[in-house]
Nanobody
Framework: QVRLVESGGGLVQAGGSLRLSCVASGITFSINGMGWYRQAPGKQRELVARITTRGSSEYAEFVKGRFTISRDNAKNTVYLQMNGLKPEDTAVYYC????????WGQGTQVTVSS
């Protein structure tokens, strides 16, 4: 059974930073591309960033230059370093597979105050 557990969210002022972590179990992590997604109140869930098994990454335009996705296959963990946070980044952040093909975890709340 796949389990995705996100952590690292919190309340931060605009311009601040947070580092999110997601530990995956029940999958062969090293052969899975992974992604971070987010859902703001009243909005659909959207892709934030994805990373391939070899570490190549891609980003949504609205986070390019501010967020960095990385992974540690030895720890079955994918990270999202978020710098230069803006109030519009406020959302619940989730990790999932490359095509969001697994059941969603509980997510981690990120709130950015202005």
């Amino acid at each position: 059974q796949v389990r995705l557990v996100e952590s690292g969210g919190g309340l931060v002022q605009a311009g601040g930073s947070l580092r999110l972590s997601c530990v995956a179990s029940g999958i062969t992590f090293s052969i899975n591309g992974m992604g971070w997604y987010r859902q703001a109140p009243g909005k659909q869930r959207e892709l934030v960033a994805r990373i391939t098994t070899r570490g190549s990454s891609e980003y949504a335009e609205f986070v390019k230059g501010r967020f960095t996705i990385s992974r540690d296959n030895a720890k079955n963990t994918v990270y999202l370093q978020m710098n230069g946070l803006k109030p519009e980044d406020t959302a619940v952040y989730y990790c999932n597979g490359w095509n969001s093909n697994y059941s969603w975890g509980q997510g981690t709340q990120v709130t950015v105050s202005s």
